[in-house]
């Protein structure tokens, strides 16, 4: 089993990944990776412009994620990632020991949501693509998203407290 540890916490875009990714790290100890920071210009650019990323978009900003993870002199990380298919979700696995929290997300909520956000590059015409994209996992913790931060972070605090 690897020594790296990750707790991804996965969703649509607008499903609060970041905010509940940073909470459960404060509460945790784990510091906090944001995929986001791992996309080359490229994909910020296309998903800009409202152009769904495929797998070839995709793979290199998996493999950047798990190079910085195993570079890292940490072995613990919180990871705000979308992980959409179970292939990235495998390929994460392979080198990395993973467990997910799935935020369950409907496209309305998310498009509200995303229509209050302010400064991000993901559009609300996203949306759609990431849920016709999006594999439920079977490995997952699910939580609805809409709950409130501090429910999602004390539940999932309490179910991953034996991983870390």
Not at 27 to 38: E, K, N, S, V, Y
Not at 102 to 115: I, M, P, T
């Amino acid at each position: 089993m690897a020594s790296k540890k990750l707790i991804v916490i996965m969703g649509i875009t607008g499903s609060g990944k970041s905010t509940v990714g940073k909470s459960l790290s404060e509460r945790l100890g784990i510091p906090f990776l944001d995929a986001d920071d791992f996309h080359p210009q490229e994909n910020i650019k296309k998903m800009s412009r409202g152009i769904p990323l495929d797998d070839d978009d995709r793979w290199p900003w998996l493999a950047a994620i798990v190079e910085y993870v195993m570079q890292a002199h940490r072995n613990e990380f919180i990871l705000a990632c979308s992980a959409l298919k179970q292939s990235y979700r495998d390929y994460l696995g392979q080198r990395l020991n993973n467990k997910y929290l799935f935020l369950e997300l409907s496209e309305e909520a998310a498009v509200n949501r995303l229509n209050q956000r302010k400064s991000h590059f993901m559009p609300k015409t996203l949306v759609k693509s990431q849920l016709e994209t999006l594999e439920l996992p079977l490995d997952a913790i699910t939580i609805k998203a809409d709950h409130s931060i501090e429910k999602i972070v004390t539940d999932a605090a309490s179910h991953f407290a034996d991983f870390i």
